[in-house]
């Protein structure tokens, strides 16, 4: 079993910045593909970023593309955020894919979830 710990969430200003980070208990992330999720209050959790296992391939929802920057070592999973804005604001969840190649883009190719942390942008 592989329990993933999110950490860096917090509060932040529009237009400011944060970085999420994603570790695995006791394991290393290598073994897996991963990925960011998201899920506002009132809504259904969104697909945020998936990335490779080697970290070489990575897929960004549209409402993210540059300004989130996901980027993986051995040991954590991290995405850095930019130019937050207040549609930003919600649970974000990091998860791991044992797919064997590529990125998953799907909850459902996801195989272990973290607890979830949250981000709140204010205007």
């Known amino acids: 079993q592989v329990q993933l710990v999110e950490s860096g969430g917090g509060l932040v200003q529009a237009g400011g910045s944060l970085r999420l980070s994603c570790e695995a208990s006791g394991r290393t992330v290598s073994n897996y593909a991963m990925g960011w999720f998201r899920q506002a209050p009132g809504k259904e959790r969104e697909f945020v970023v998936g990335i490779s296992r080697g970290g070489g391939r990575t897929l960004y929802a549209d409402s993210v593309k540059g300004r989130f920057t996901n980027s993986r070592d051995n040991a954590k999973n991290t995405l850095q955020m930019n130019s937050l804005k207040p549609e930003d604001t919600a649970v974000y969840y990091c998860?791991?894919?044992?797919?064997?190649?590529?990125?998953?883009?799907?909850?459902?190719?996801?195989?272990?979830w973290g607890q979830g942390t949250q981000v709140t942008v204010s205007s």
């Open positions: 998860a791991a894919s044992t797919i064997p190649a590529g990125f998953a883009r799907y909850q459902t190719q996801y195989d272990y």
